[in-house]
Nanobody, 124 residues
Framework: VQLQASGGGLVQAGDSMRLSCAASGGTFSMYAVGWFRQAPGKEREFVAA????????WYADSVEGRFTISRDRAENAVYLRMNTLQPEDTAVYYC??????????????????WGQGTLVTVSS
C-alpha cells in the first residue's frame, strides 16, 4: 500500500485547511490511519488517528477541538480537517497506516506504511 498525503500549503493564522491521505496499490480499509507532523528542528509528533472502522478517533491535546480526522471508504482516503490554524501548527504532515488497535495509534513505530508528507505553513 502506498500513501499519498496532499492538501498542504501556506495559510494565515485562523484559517482552515484539509489534508488528504489517499491509498493506492491496495486498500487501507482494515488499517488504522494516523497523522503525524514534524516541525523544523523538532521530532515527529502524533496529531490524530482513526480506527480501521472509523468508530474511534484520537487527538493530540494541542489539536483537540480544532482538528477532525475522518475516513471515506468509498474514496479509500482519510482526511484531516484543520481549523483555527496557528503558526505553531507549521510542519510537514505525514499520514501513516497500520494494523493497530487502541492507544498504540499514537506511537509512530506502530505504523508500517507512511506517506511522503505535505508541508503546512501558517503565517502570523
Amino acid at each position: 500500500v502506498q500513501l499519498q498525503a496532499s492538501g498542504g500549503g501556506l495559510v494565515q493564522a485562523g484559517d482552515s485547511m484539509r489534508l488528504s491521505c489517499a491509498a493506492s496499490g491496495g486498500t487501507f480499509s482494515m488499517y488504522a490511519v494516523g497523522w503525524f507532523r514534524q516541525a523544523p528542528g523538532k521530532e515527529r509528533e502524533f496529531v490524530a488517528a482513526i480506527s480501521w472502522s472509523g468508530s474511534s478517533t484520537w487527538y493530540a491535546d494541542s489539536v483537540e477541538g480544532r482538528f477532525t480526522i475522518s475516513r471515506d471508504r468509498a474514496e479509500n482516503a482519510v482526511y484531516l480537517r484543520m481549523n483555527t490554524l496557528q503558526p505553531e501548527d507549521t510542519a510537514v504532515y505525514y499520514c501513516a497506516a497500520g494494523q493497530i488497535v487502541g492507544q498504540p495509534v499514537k506511537v509512530a513505530r506502530s505504523y508500517v506504511y507512511w506517506g511522503q508528507g505535505t508541508l503546512v505553513t501558517v503565517s502570523s
